[in-house]
């Protein structure tokens, strides 16, 4: 779900034009990114299904419990705060967020509600990853959705700027352009398993 993930990034960025797009891109992946060291550490750890649809569980139980996932939307929407003003601080705080949101529709139940399953309380994970149409139509959505209304964004950001001139709209078609590709590439890349 890698790319879905970077697909809401850039519709959050056609709604919110005044939010950093690599910001939105990192804030998207930040759950993950707190995975890499705690899975190079074997704190975290990733078990291979052999059930014939490939796929795994994701053992993140630090990374991506609900209570860390609450504390890393916070702490990034406080440091966005303070760079970009408050609105772009919500905005960046709820994409961290909504990365738990989708890995709560995609994965098997391997999620907990606190770090390290304090408590051992029952995992969550509504495994639509279990119906691998329907999770790769709901990436694809996204990331089609992504790439277009960032397009369309970026070209009528520079058709509405001041001085409007054939070089700036060149310049937004050119990353509307680029930013939709990269979308639909890390969406071949999540199709492949290259992730």
Request: glycine residues 12%; proline residues 4%.
């Amino acid at each position: 779900m890698f790319a879905g993930h970077f697909g809401l990034a850039a519709i959050i960025k056609a709604k919110q034009p005044q939010v950093p797009l690599w910001a939105l891109m990192v804030g998207t992946q930040l759950l993950d990114i707190a995975f890499v060291p705690l899975f190079l550490t074997g704190v975290e750890t990733i078990e291979t299904i052999r059930d014939g649809h490939g796929g795994a569980y994701i053992h993140a139980g630090y990374s991506h419990s609900l209570a860390s996932a609450l504390l890393l939307s916070f702490l990034a929407g406080l440091l966005s705060w303070r760079q970009w003003g408050r609105s772009s601080g919500l905005v960046i705080a709820g994409t961290v967020f909504s990365h738990w949101l989708l890995d709560l529709l995609v994965h098997r139940p391997d999620i907990p509600l606190l770090p390290g399953n304090s408590g051992e309380l029952s995992l969550m994970g509504l495994g639509l990853w279990n119906w691998p149409i329907i999770s790769i139509s709901v990436e694809t959505l996204l990331v089609l959705a992504g790439a277009v209304l960032y397009f369309r964004s970026a070209v009528k950001r520079s058709e509405s700027a001041a001085v409007f001139h054939k070089a700036g709209r060149g310049r937004a078609l050119l990353a509307g352009s680029v930013v939709g590709l990269l979308l639909i590439l890390s969406l071949v890349t999540d199709l492949m398993g290259i992730n």
